[in-house]
Antibody, heavy 122, light 109 residues
């Protein structure tokens, strides 16, 4: 069974740090591009960060650039998101999602994890 | 950055056909993908590319695209289709590389 399981969420004070993990199973993780997508309470989906299958290419949304760091360990089938200098507006459910494409103009996110809630509050 | 615009809410009678649209300049260059999200659950991919359904997605779901508009059509909507639907595509500006629409809440009456 294809599965992504996030962990590491929780309550953190503004300015604090948190490290999210995403464990993959049931598919060849090392061949998948990976993403973090978040959803603030009652709001829509927001793409956060991308990492290529080898880890050589990384992108961030402007809202997290300089504060968040995405990484992966293909030997451990794991994806990570190190979040520093957290703000109240970072409060959201964070999903890891596989990135797939069949051409330069056609890509999609699949599979998705169940998400982990990050709450930034004093 | 570009935007993808969706109607906030759409309703459909049980068994009828509904079209959910997504508009944005990036859709002139890139195909949209569509995600279904039920309350308290993670998003699920329902359509990708020109009109492709992942394994397990009923064939009542279909996708199309014309100009700057992508559409998700549900033919014969079922009660279990009531959910939020999000479109997504690459961003023409590349910053950010991907963008989601604001989502459409589908109510099945």
């Amino acid at each position: 069974e294809v599965q992504l399981v996030e962990s590491g969420g929780g309550l953190v004070q503004p300015g604090g740090s948190l490290r999210l993990s995403c464990a993959a199973s049931g598919f060849t993780f090392s061949s998948y591009e990976m993403n973090w997508v978040r959803q603030a309470p009652g709001k829509g989906l927001e793409w956060v960060s991308y990492i290529s299958s080898s880890g050589s290419t990384i992108y961030y949304a402007d809202s997290v650039k300089g504060r968040f760091t995405i990484s992966r360990d293909n030997a451990k089938n794991s994806l990570y998101l190190q979040m520093n200098s957290l703000r109240a507006e970072d409060t959201a459910v964070y999903y890891c999602a596989g990135g797939r494409s069949s051409s330069w103009y056609e890509d999609w996110f699949d599979p998705w994890g169940q998400g982990t809630l990050v709450t930034v509050s004093s | 950055s570009s935007e993808l615009t969706q109607d906030p809410a759409v309703s459909v009678a049980l068994g009828q056909t509904v079209r959910i649209t997504c508009q944005g300049d990036s859709l002139r260059s890139y195909y949209a993908s569509w995600y279904q999200q039920k309350p308290g659950q993670a998003p699920v991919l329902v359509i990708y590319g020109k009109n492709n359904r992942p394994s397990g997605i009923p064939d009542r779901f279909s996708g199309s695209s014309s100009g700057n508009t992508a559409s998700l059509t549900i033919t014969g909507a079922q009660a279990e289709d009531e959910a939020d639907y999000y479109c997504n595509s690459r961003d023409s500006s590349g910053n950010p590389p991907w963008v989601f629409g604001g989502g459409t809440k589908l109510t099945v009456l």
